[in-house]
């Protein structure tokens, strides 16, 4: 089975020490991806003069990855980290080209985990809609997730 994740440039720095351990082998996935473009608005310039990088679709043959709903990116738009409603976190780079956004690298899928380690299946403890990188001092090392 494959599924999918439809993603824009936008700008997070993901600590990876400090995020939850993968649950299998080193957490890596592989990701294959398909240039998406942003016709709807006809050019490359966005309203409030906001730039179109790219556009990405992601697809993954592992039944974890999917049903993303909260993303967070690097504030030099080098990396990012997202959460799902089926309990995982995934995080990578991002690889641009010439400017534009052309795919993702050293990516990583793997269960949210609470503060004693554990994976926690239960839908109101693993149902991930939103996350933010947490900057103290200037120094981001901690994640917030927001749960349904």
Do not use: C
Request: a neutral charge; hydrophobic letters at 40%.
């Amino acid at each position: 089975m494959r599924v999918g994740l439809n993603i824009a440039a936008a700008a997070v720095l993901v600590v990876a020490g400090l995020l939850p351990s993968p649950a299998h082998a080193d957490g890596a996935i592989e990701i294959s991806t398909t240039s998406r473009s942003f016709a709807r608005f006809g050019s490359a310039t966005l309203p409030g003069g906001l730039d179109f990088l790219g556009g990405l679709t992601l697809q993954a043959g592992d039944d974890d990855f999917g049903g993303f709903s909260g993303l967070d990116v690097s504030p030099d738009g080098k990396s990012f980290l997202a959460v799902s409603d089926r309990g995982h976190w995934f995080a990578g780079d991002f690889v641009y080209r010439d400017g534009r956004l052309t795919g993702v690298t050293n990516t990583k899928l793997a269960p949210l985990r609470d503060g004693n380690g554990k994976v926690d299946r239960r839908k109101s403890r693993s149902d991930a809609e939103a996350v933010a990188a947490w900057t103290s001092k200037g120094i981001r090392g901690k994640v917030i997730v927001g749960f349904e």
